[in-house]
């Protein structure tokens, strides 16, 4: 191979980054564990000697597999980390359209591979065992054939298709009576108002009887060490949190999960809510006040509020 040859395939492999993060999030729910399967991986890319390399026909193919192969063991020692973590774990909530597939042309594709990022989604797959959540993955949202899947995940093709089948069942009954978009985001609307005038009337008008909010501090920030339920107790800790920081904006987020709340505090998002609403009423509050599962949402321009300030 000669230089210029290389120095091509050199940026093609890294040229794929975004694509290895986007299914390695998918994969493991958060930005930090997302990265570091993407290093590990192009660290095994790199130990190839350069025949091994040159033999690989399509560098995307091959690192897909290495980073899914790298995820499957994460997801493996994933539950025994989780036992140290301080109160409830979620996967880490991001911006609407931050990893989507390039394939994705058709606006309800666009919509639906969205969703698969979604924090309703990736509590859903959290829930699966590991070769669950690496069938359906690749091959409903990264149309990778069973046959490729099964040589990743150590199953035969056939098995490999029971066990998207059984993830994509547990799918379909989370999205069972899922509000519309306009649904959603019209009761949105309307928590995000009365939580910023600390209406707690108008908060429980919102909230499903049964609702539970979980938040996730990692031991970092304050948080409810336990999920809190019942309209009532959401609503009052959801105004008692605004109470406590009274410079706190509320502002609305569009986030996969369709409109959510992002709290903001001098010129940084401090909290970002994501919620699932049906028949009229918020069902889940999640609520993600982990500073290092905000970082994606504090690398941008400026607040809206100080926008608005500032002109």
């Not at 409810?224 to 009274?246: C, E, Q, T, W």
């Not at 909290?271 to 949402?297: C, D, Q």
């Amino acid at each position: 191979m000669t230089p210029e040859e290389r120095a091509g395939l050199d940026a093609e492999v890294l040229g794929e980054r975004r694509h290895l993060m986007s299914l390695a999030f998918r994969m493991l729910g958060t930005i930090s564990d997302a990265e570091d399967a993407v290093q590990e991986t192009y660290i095994r890319w790199y130990r190839l000697t350069e025949e091994e390399r040159n033999a690989i026909r399509v560098p995307r193919a091959w690192l897909t597999r290495a980073a899914s192969r790298v995820c499957l063991n994460v997801l493996g020692s994933a539950r025994h980390r989780r036992e140290r973590y301080v109160g409830p774990w979620l996967p880490e909530p991001i911006p609407a359209h931050a990893f989507p597939v390039a394939s994705a042309e058709d606006p309800q594709e666009r919509a639906t591979l969205d969703d698969s990022v979604s924090t309703a989604l990736l509590v859903v797959l959290d829930s699966m065992t590991p070769a669950e959540r690496v069938s359906f993955i690749l091959h409903d949202v990264f149309a990778m054939p069973f046959d490729e899947i099964a040589s990743i995940v150590g199953r035969s093709a056939a098995a490999c298709r029971q066990l998207a089948a059984s993830a994509r069942r547990r799918v379909q009954q989370q999205r069972a009576g899922r509000a519309t978009k306009a649904e959603h985001d019209a009761v949105v609307k309307a928590f995000a108002a009365a939580a910023q005038g600390g209406d707690i009337a108008g908060l429980i008008a919102v909230l499903d009887p049964d609702v539970e909010l979980r938040s996730d501090g990692g031991g970092v920030v304050t948080a409810a060490l336990r999920p809190i339920l019942g309209a009532d107790k959401v609503a009052r800790f959801i105004a008692g949190l605004l109470r406590k920081h009274p410079k706190t904006v509320v502002l609305d987020q569009e986030t996969p999960d369709g409109l959510g709340f992002a709290l903001w505090n001098d010129g940084r998002i401090m909290s970002v809510a994501t919620l699932e609403v049906a028949a009229g009423s918020i069902t889940n509050v999640r609520l993600m006040r982990n500073p290092n599962k905000l970082t994606f949402w504090n690398t941008g321009p400026a607040s809206p509020a100080e926008e608005t300030e500032s002109g």
